[in-house]
């Protein structure tokens, strides 16, 4: 496993055509693992009185510019930051999770699903997860594979692979023994990433 429990990461998404249009300038800045925000200007002259601010995180990617080849953090390359990492720990019999936050707009969707081109953590991480499933499976290991997948949003909790489609909000409970629980999760046992 590896020396930490929980791992953040930032990703900066490129503009949306809003953004775009309204000639909105660019105050993220990234270098290794740290981020930087730079406050716009504070007067007619582009004066500017306050400092940068700078954060630490694990990762930073930079998806604002592809043509930045060097900075540049696809799909790709969040995934073998992220996923790789989940998933070795899950195979050494660690519980993995992976969740992303931010607001309306701010490219969670894309980063966790990606796009038919572009396939985000979530698609890579059960590509990958058969894959080794399928390589590894032998007459002394066999393995089953059961999932859940939930959205958390304005404080609902909503099974996301709810076989009646109710879309009911589900509460969040605590076990005495196992901790938290969403009840009523579907929990699907699946045999490939199709």
């Known amino acids: 496993m590896s020396d930490t429990k929980v791992k953040v990461a930032v990703r900066v998404r490129p503009m949306n055509r809003r953004e775009i249009e309204l000639n909105t300038k660019c105050v993220v800045d ?3 693992n740290q981020t930087v925000l730079h406050p716009p200007p504070s007067n007619a002259k582009g004066e500017n009185r306050k400092q940068p601010k700078v954060f630490a995180f694990d990762h930073c990617f930079w998806s604002m510019d592809e043509s930045n080849v060097p900075k540049y953090a696809g799909q790709e390359v969040v995934f073998k930051c992220l996923g ?21 707009g701010s490219g ?15 698609p890579r991480l059960c590509c990958s997860l058969f894959e080794r499933v399928h390589r590894e499976a032998n007459e002394a290991h066999t393995f089953k594979v059961e999932v859940s997948y939930m959205e958390i949003y304005n404080e609902k909790v909503r099974d996301l692979l709810d076989p009646k489609g109710s879309r009911q909000s589900l509460k969040v409970r605590e076990h005495k023994v196992l901790g938290p629980y969403v009840d009523g999760l579907s929990q699907l046992a699946v045999t490939s990433f199709e």
């Open 30 to 32: 990234m270098e290794d």
């Open 84 to 104: 790789e990492g989940i998933l070795e720990n899950a195979f050494q019999g660690y519980n993995a999770c992976i969740f992303a936050y931010g607001q309306t």
């Open 108 to 122: 969670k969707s894309f980063s966790m699903m990606g796009n038919g081109e572009q396939p985000g953590l979530i």
